[in-house]
């Protein structure tokens, strides 16, 4: 699906239904569901939330190419360098099958 939002156009293959649907172009983002991020110890974390639950509630993660935004008990994301690509994963072992932008 094509997606229109804040001026840019994405392509997803996840549901975003907060997003307004618009014909094929060539996108500005591409977001797409991918499968948990298994091994967090090969990412180098520069902002870490506490294990007590405490704030802050975003762990941000600098890996090869890209930035994880983890989110406590949710839904994590990849970021690429170049912000053209945006990986959704689920943290509990299932692939992302909707995420919410916004």
Same mark, same amino acid.
């Given at each position: ?31 797409? +569901? ?11 974390? $520069?902002?870490? !939330?506490? =294990?007590?639950? &405490? @704030? ?17 008990? +949710? ?11 945006? $990986?959704?994963? !689920?943290? =509990?072992?299932? &692939? @992302? ?6």
């Amino acid at each position: 699906m094509h997606y229109r939002a804040y001026g840019v156009t994405v392509a997803s293959d996840v549901p975003l239904p907060e997003l307004e649907t618009i014909e094929p172009r060539p996108p500005d983002l591409v977001v797409v +569901g991918g499968p948990d991020v298994a091994d967090r110890s090969a990412w180098r974390w $520069v902002a870490r !939330r506490p =294990d007590d639950g &405490a @704030a802050p509630w975003l762990s941000v993660g600098v890996g090869d190419g890209a930035r994880l935004l983890a989110f406590g008990g +949710g839904i994590d994301f990849t970021v690429s360098d170049d912000l053209a690509t945006i $990986v959704c994963h !689920r943290n =509990d072992g299932i &692939a @992302a099958r909707r995420c919410v932008i916004c």
